[in-house]
């Protein structure tokens, strides 16, 4: 997951290959809780691992359930309660999860005992009155702790259950959120032992097909409900669940619907057939698999089988779309994004649901739509997008994400823009509500060229600091890091370990070991093949070895094409002496580090002090200035700054500051509007 303020997209072209994406969080949620009603022991595969998904698991330990890791990487077991009532009082945060807070209320409404229910912020402006009043009707004692309306909550059944008025039929609105029908339709069987029990659906039931799944599964641990109509539903008498002993959970449907657009904007990349996604099917029980029929109008060309869905660009541009979308709430906003590659005006109607969802998705759409150039029209219940007329008239914008991972995910795809813009997205870690890895998943098939990847070059001689400034700097902008000064100490164990002597008679076996180095960056950690070597080539005669093998030409040249490999979506922080002048000349920063060599071998010498070795001050100095004097004046990419490199002496800079004044350098350069923070 991308843990930065913002993560910048560079300008995307082509996308290809295959996605395995992760379990449903509508299925995931309600399989949890239905596991956890049922008797018995339910091993559930493929569940999310998500935020929404870890709050509900933290509620169902807390009120006594058993919850163990499974045989398999993403399945776990869940032991129910059966006959024994939940441990209580607790008090349950459930995050920002409606698929947790509305169905946990109703349940433990009706199993007793004492809960508090809150959640974040914005869980506390989210409407939960319409089920609360549902189950007042009841009988049951819910109190309010803030506004009226909204969580938090507190299910006052310490003494157990009141009586309940089973006769009548419940009524609960329908036309604020399908949820708390939902949450009704999972808990009544809990009391629907002696009698039929009746739910009658108040005006118009939005969001229908998430009904639909939640029959589905009741249907999996033995409750068949009937319904009319969608407006009256009957869970039969006697009703008793029991665990299907295990269950699949189908990727999401809604998270489908990022890497369908996908398919449907980016150019094939060459010798793909266009964006495979594993985990799903045509046949999906998930009411946002008919993302793809919006898709497909607007001019994607999908096809599936039982477990996957291909799809690939057809029509294109794209062609706009008018659509009810109240059967796919959450795809929609896909939807909205794919509009900025259609020509025509689209129209998204019978969405009000958005404005009490995350956030108020109606206006936050509208905002940042317009931000990347969009002409958009925002109606109490409705959105209509233009796209930008022509490439010019696009803009680079920072998207704002409002902790709302939809946003984030559907933004991901301006990146396809023709003006080839870069997209900054706000709080990339918003997505950890129903996709931790989006990102991640994103690169693993999109590509662009070179060119529009971002480099920030970092040269600078020994302990001039920019190692750490270089992988500081990686860590906050979430760009991946090439340390080429390793690769070069890492040539040299190589060589000495193959009995190499580093010097000329030796350079053209040094260099063809070189070319096929099998060297990763994880993190900290430095590992040729699968050793670790971090330590190994950190000493100071690893030191001098580097500095005696870089200064080979052919084994120079055999290292270029490695490094160029590390220049890869989103973007690349490169430290060395000649990644600037050699390797990346196109960088869009480079920066050379330096500092007195006073300073230098001051540094050097608390670096090796601190991790037990000797160290002689003057012996220090006197390396430095030869290994600057050797470094500077060697034939091939001597040690100096590039033309357009930018001269930091950083001898009176903490590395902090240090670090502050490459990113500001960086910010400088991007061309995102200033203050175009939503
Ligand atoms: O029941 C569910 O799993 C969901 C129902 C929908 O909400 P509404 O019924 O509030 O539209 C949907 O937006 C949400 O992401 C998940
Ligand atoms: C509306 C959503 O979530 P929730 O389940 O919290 O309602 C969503 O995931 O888009």
Known sequence: MYATAFLDLPALTTAGGTVQLPGSKSISNRVLLLAALSEGTTTIDDLLDSDDTRVMLAALRDIGCAVEPGAQPHSVRITGLGTHAPRSPARLFLGNAGTAMRPLTAALALLGGEFELFGVARMHERPIGDLVDALRQLGCRIDYLGNEGYPPLRIAHAQGV????LQAPIRVRGDVSSQFLTALLMALPLVATQQDVHIEVQGELISKPYIAITLQLLARFGIEVAHENWQRFTIPAGSRYRSPGSIHVEADASSASYFIALGAIAASAEGQNGIKIMGLGLDSIQGDIRFVEAARAMGAQVTGGPNWLQVQRGRWPLQALELDCNHIPDAAMTLAVMALYAEGTTTLRNIASWRVKETDRLAAMATELR?????????????????????????????????????????????????????????????????PDYFETLFSVVQ?????????????????????????????????????????????????RSGLAIDAAHEAQIAALAQSLPVRFEGERILLGDEDVSSAI??????????????????????????HGFRRVPGLVADGRDMGTVIFPDARLKVFLTASVAERAERRHKQLISKGFNANMQDLRADLEARDARDSTRSVAPLQPAQDALVLDNSHLTIEQTVEQVWVWWQERQPFALGAQG
């Open 371 to 435: 931000k990347l150039g969009a002409q958009v029209e925002e109606g109490a219940d409705f959105l209509r997008i233009t796209a930008p007329a022509r490439a010019a008239d696009w803009r680079a914008a920072s998207i704002h994400t409002y902790d709302d991972h939809r946003v984030a995910m559907c933004f991901a795809l301006a990146a396809f823009n023709p003006a080839r813009l870069p997209v900054r997205i706000e709080d990339p870690k918003c997505v950890a509500k129903t996709f």
């Open 538 to 563: 950190r000493t100071e005669e690893a030191g001098m070895n580097a500095s005696r093998v870089s200064a080979l030409p052919a084994v120079r040249q055999a290292l270029v094409a490695l490094q």
């Open 162 to 165: 009141p009586a309940l008025a």
């Open 448 to 496: 662009t060229a070179p060119q529009h990847i971002p480099v920030i070059c970092i040269d600078g001689p020994t302990a001039s600091g920019k190692g750490t400034v270089a992988a500081r700097l990686a860590q906050r902008l979430g760009y991946h890091f090439l340390d080429s000064g390793a690769m070069y100490r890492i040539t040299a164990l190589a060589a000495l």
